[in-house]
């Protein structure tokens, strides 16, 4: 049971280039989420999905799109990466969202973008 | 709408001292309250939450947080501190009917031997 994983772990962009991130879970959960995680500001909602086929956005989608093609699998694409978009990622995916479900998370992409 | 504060960004403690870490929210509706870790390079997880049951809830690794309704705090304690506890915290808010998490902005604690 490997939870949550992530592919890559570290990635170095020039600006104006595209990459995709993958997320990938093996607890049969519904929901999936991306953040991003800057110092001093927490994790900020990217997108998210509330099931196969579904995805909405968050609290910073500019410049990201996603896609959750099978149930178990969640991208986080970078059309054209800009120096903003420097972070660290995190998919999370939880059973329900029904109050107090427990996220369960990757171990992180670490992108810099130059 | 939600909202999480975590009072102070850095908390620094010696090895046996007591941990206390702030967190302060904002709710209009019941809310369920998480306290999730962070070791350097991992990702976050679970400690500890609160979803309406015992106000005092127990976590691992010997921590404990307490939902005060009428101090809107939920803060985070351990008796002994272990310089394994070294890492960022972060206290999230959900609620019924919600599809998000709100996280706060973390504290990181620096265990001193």
């Known amino acids: 049971n490997a939870g949550v994983t992530q592919t890559p772990k570290f990635r170095v962009l020039k600006t104006g280039q595209s990459m995709t991130l993958l997320c990938a879970q093996d607890?049969?959960?519904?929901?999936m989420y991306w953040y991003r995680q800057d110092p001093g500001m927490g994790l900020r909602l990217i997108h998210y999905?509330?099931?196969?086929?579904?995805?909405a956005k968050g609290e910073v989608p500019d410049g990201y799109n996603v896609s959750r093609l099978k149930k178990q699998n969640f991208l986080l694409g970078l059309e054209s990466a800009a120096p903003s978009q420097t972070s660290v990622y995190f998919c999370?995916?939880?059973?329900?969202?029904?109050?107090?479900?427990?996220?369960?998370f990757g171990p992180g992409t670490r992108l810099t973008v130059l | 709408a939600q909202s999480v504060t975590q009072l102070g960004s850095h908390v620094s403690v010696s090895e046996g001292a007591l941990v206390l870490l702030r967190c302060n929210y904002s709710s209009s509706v019941p809310p369920y309250l998480f306290w999730y870790v962070q070791y350097p390079n991992q990702g976050l997880q679970l400690l500890l939450k609160?979803?309406?049951?015992?106000?005092l809830v127990k976590g691992i690794n010997g921590f404990e947080a307490e939902f005060k309704k009428s101090e809107t705090s939920f803060h985070l304690t351990k008796p002994s501190a272990h310089m394994s506890d070294a890492a960022e915290y972060f206290c999230?808010?959900?609620?019924?009917?919600?599809?998000?998490?709100?996280f706060g902005a973390g504290t990181r604690l620096f265990v001193k031997a």
């Open positions: 607890m049969n959960h519904e929901y």
């Open positions: 609160y979803t309406s049951a015992a106000t």
């Open positions: 999905s509330v099931g196969e086929g579904t995805t």
């Open positions: 999230a808010v959900s609620y019924t009917g919600g599809f998000k998490t709100i």
């Open positions: 999370a995916s939880s059973y329900t969202t029904q109050g107090g479900d427990t996220q369960y």
